[in-house]
C-alpha cells in the first residue's frame, strides 16, 4: 500500500499540478485524527508520518511508535478520501491562481449556455460568466461561438472559482490594443487613459517615451490596419486615438477631436474647470450627440469642460453693454434730479444758484422742508451767513 501511496501522489503531483508535500501533510493530518479513534483515546497526542523514500506510515503517541493491525485498512480509507478532497480542492487553488495572475488581460472562450440574460463561457479549465451588465450593446453571440472578453476579476466560492468577464469595460479596449499595438506591448507607447460609452464610442490618450515613435500612428497602423482589428472586435465601435499631453490645454483640445477648437482657457486649478471656445459651426461637433463627445473628453482629461461658440461670447459682451446703459442713465437722472430741486429754491429771495445748490447737498428738496427750520439749522448749512438766511426766512413767510 505504502507504494503504491507514494505512485498514487507522485502521478497527481504530475498531472494535477498539485504539490506531493501538501498531499503528503493533509493525508498524516487526517491518519492522526482517525487514529485517535483506533486508540480510543482523543485526549493522547497522536502524529502521523509517511516516509518519503518508502512511503512507510508510521504512528507514534506521546513519542512512541503504535503498531496497530487496524492501521493498515483505516490508512487505505483516510488516505483516498484526503486524496480526492484535496485534488478538489487543490484543481481550484490552482485555477483560482491561474485566472487571478491573469486579472486585466484577455481571456477567449466558447458560448456554452445562457442564464438570466448572462453567458456562460468554457475557458477550459473553469467557466467564465459574461453578465449583461458587462456586455456591449453591439454584442450578438450564439452558443458555440468563440468570444474574447476582459477578466475583470476572480472570486473564490464554493463551487470553485468565479471568473467575472466584460466586454463593456474601458480597460477592454487597453488590453486590445496591447495584443494589436507591439509597442504598446512593450511598453514603448503607453495608453494614459480611456474613456468609454460601450458600443458607441471610446477615447483613448497615448503617449511614447521616445520622441522618434508616433505614439498614434504605432496606434492606428499602416492604413489603420491595427485600429480596424479593435474596431473588428467590438463591432464597428468608433475609437478616438488622441495624443496625450502634461499641458491642460493641448490636451483637452485634442481630446474634443474632431471637433477643431479655437482656444481653451484654465478657469480653475483647484476644481479642475476649463473654457473652450470654437467655431459656430464646430460647437455640435465638439458637444457632440446627447453631449457624448465633451462627456468623453472630460472623463479622458478628468478636467470639467464648458464649451462655447465665439457666437454666445459676442451675444454675452452686447449684452453686457446693454445692462451697463441703465445705471448710467440712473446717474443722469439722479443729477436731473439735483438739478430741479435747487431750481426750486431759487424762487425764493436772496437764493442764488449756489446757495440752492447748497440747501439741496444738504439734504433740502422742498420749500416745505425749508419752512420746518430754523435760523440756527439754516446758517449751519456751508455758504449761507446770518444775512442770506433772514432773507430765507423772510422770503419763506411769504411763500
Known sequence: MSTELLAVLENIEREKGISRQILIESIEAALASAAKKVLHDKDKEVEVKIELESGRIRVFSEGKEIVSSEFGRIAAQTAKQVIFQKIREAERDVIFNEFHSRSDSITSGTVYRFEKGALLVDLGKTEGILPKREMSPRDNYRQGDTIRAYILEVNKTAKGPQVILSRSHPHFVKALFELEVPEVADGLVEIRSVSREAGDRTK???????????????????????????????????????????NVEEFVQAALSPAQVSS???????????????????????????????????????????????????????????????????AASGEEEARSAASVFEVLEGVGPKTAQALVEAGFKTIEDLKKISEEELLAVKGIGKKTAEKILGALKNV
Not at 465665439?310 to 445705471?327: F, N, Q, R, V, Y
Open 204 to 246: 483613448i490618450a497615448v503617449w511614447s517615451k521616445n520622441e522618434k515613435v508616433d505614439c498614434v500612428g504605432a496606434c492606428v497602423g499602416v492604413r489603420g490596419s491595427r485600429v480596424k482589428g479593435v474596431v473588428k472586435e467590438l463591432q464597428g465601435e468608433k475609437i478616438d486615438i488622441v495624443r496625450w499631453s502634461e
Open 264 to 330: 481653451v482657457k484654465v478657469l480653475s486649478e483647484a476644481d479642475k474647470k476649463v473654457e473652450v471656445v470654437v467655431d459656430d459651426d464646430q460647437l455640435s461637433l465638439a458637444i457632440g450627440k446627447n453631449g457624448q463627445n465633451v462627456r468623453l473628453a472630460s472623463k479622458l482629461t478628468g478636467w470639467s469642460i464648458d464649451i462655447r461658440s465665439k457666437k454666445d461670447i459676442a451675444k454675452e459682451k452686447l449684452e453686457g453693454i446693454l445692462t451697463e446703459k441703465p445705471a448710467e442713465e440712473k
